[in-house]
Structures are given as C-alpha cells and as structure tokens.
Nanobody, 121 residues
Framework: QERLVESGGGLVQAGGSLTLSCAASARYAMGWFRQAPGKKREFVAAISWSGGNQDVAPTVKGRVTIARDNAKNTVALQMTMLKPEDTAVYYC??????????????????WGQGTQVTVSS
C-alpha cells in the first residue's frame, strides 16, 4: 500500500499563491483533486508517469501548473491568482496506469490524506 504525503496547504489571501507538494515512495502517474464543503470531489490537474504530458481543469487553467521530480518521486501543484472559490481540501492521488494523463478519480489507486487550502477575500 502506497502512502502519499501532502504538504503546503494553508491560508492565503485572494490573489496570492500557494504550492502544494506530494511525496510518494515510487513513481506513478499523479493527479490533484479537490473537494469543497458540500461539493463533490473534482479534478484539478494531472501529470503522466514520464512527466511529458499534463492536464489542468478549465476552472484553474492559466493559474495552476503541475510538475514532477522523478528523482524524488514528488509532484507539485503551483497555484497562483487564488480565488475564494479555490478553497477546498486538496488531495494528491497516484495511479498504476501508465502512458497517459488521468483525469478520472476512479483511475487512481492511492490517495493522500488531503491538505486544506483556504483563500480569504
């Protein structure tokens, strides 16, 4: 069983930036999802096993980038121009499916514990 360790959440003012990190013990296709209170969990960004392909949700496009360090088995989610509607628990996920970017949460095998991001107006 893989254990994903997330870090970097916190409180930030609207317009600010935050970078979330996720560490795994091995290399996987990785993704970030978020869940706001009273809402379903939604896709934010994902990166392929190689790192050569990424995808970002339309709601955060232009404000979010995802990158990975394959030597350290880490993935980072850099968020800029944050808005109050970005407030949510952010989850890192890892998948054993290789070869493409995964945007469906059902394709992920392992999940982190979640890290809270709160954006104040």
């Amino acid at each position: 069983q893989e254990r994903l360790v997330e870090s970097g959440g916190g409180l930030v003012q609207a317009g600010g930036s935050l970078t979330l990190s996720c560490a795994a013990s091995a290399r996987y296709a990785m993704g970030w999802f978020r869940q706001a209170p009273g809402k379903k969990r939604e896709f934010v960004a994902a990166i392929s096993w190689s790192g050569g392909n990424q995808d970002v949700a339309p709601t955060v496009k232009g404000r979010v980038t995802i990158a990975r360090d394959n030597a350290k088995n880490t993935v980072a989610l850099q968020m800029t121009m944050l808005k109050p509607e970005d407030t949510a628990v952010y989850y890192c996920a890892a998948s054993l499916i290789l070869g493409r970017v995964l945007t469906n949460e059902r394709e992920y095998n392992y999940w982190g514990q979640g890290t809270q991001v709160t954006v104040s107006s």
